[in-house]
Antibody, heavy 120, light 112 residues
């Protein structure tokens, strides 16, 4: 069975950095598209980042280059490095396995999420 | 600010049919990009409900169906059940944005 387990969330001060991890099982991340989606408290879903099987990455323009997605094939893990955090980055961050059948991608499998709180 | 607009809420009695609209534009749904739908039960992660406009993943009841026309898409739930009370989100691609995916604003379905 496919399983995604996020970790690394917590309380961080504005301007700080945090690295989220996503441990995958049941499939190989190197052979998959993987993404991050976040949800601010009481708000909707927002796409954050994607890493393609070939290693190329893409991020939401609104993040202004502050976030970086990466993976470690040997550990079968995906990461989200976040910097220059603001209170607006407070959210639950979900790791997802992304599928592509056609001209768009969709989020087939989801982790349980990890909460990031940015506050002084 | 999402480029895909959904009604904030819809409601129906058990057994009824409800529909959720997802309104886009010529840079996303109207450009022919596929639409996908997710269900988020209270307090847990979203779940893929419909992919590529009208396809259900294994295990999703056939009470759920999707469609796309012009610059909009719809999710229909027939035979509404209490367990369907959740938030629903559409998702697609927008070629005006640097990036890939965009989500709808979300719709809360209430079973009366």
């Amino acid at each position: 069975d496919v399983q995604l387990v996020e970790s690394g969330g917590g309380l961080v001060q504005p301007g700080g950095s945090l690295r989220l991890s996503c441990a995958a099982s049941g499939f190989d991340v190197y052979d998959s598209y993987m993404g991050w989606v976040r949800q601010a408290p009481g708000k909707g879903l927002q796409w954050v980042s994607i890493i393609y099987s070939g290693g190329l990455t893409n991020h939401a323009a609104s993040l202004k280059g502050r976030f970086t997605i990466s993976r470690d094939n040997s550990k079968n893990m995906v990461f989200l490095q976040m910097s220059s955090l603001t209170t607006e980055d407070t959210a639950v961050y979900y790791c997802a396995r992304v599928r592509n059948q056609g001209d768009t991608e969709y989020f087939q499998d989801w982790g349980q999420g990890t909460l990031v709180s940015v506050s002084s | 600010q999402s480029v895909l607009t959904q009604p904030p809420s819809v409601s129906g009695a058990p057994g009824q049919r409800v529909t959720i609209s997802c309104s886009g534009s010529s840079s996303n749904i109207g450009a022919g990009y596929d639409v996908h739908w997710y269900q988020q039960l209270p307090g847990i992660a979203p779940k893929l409900l419909i992919f590529n406009n009208n396809n259900r993943p294994s295990g999703v009841p056939d009470r759920f169906s999707g469609s796309r026309s012009g610059t909009s898409a719809s999710l229909a739930i027939t035979g509404l059940q209490a367990e369907d009370e959740a938030d629903y989100y559409c998702q697609s691609y927008d070629n005006n944005l640097t990036g890939s995916s965009v989500f709808g604003t979300g719709t809360r379905v209430t079973v009366l």
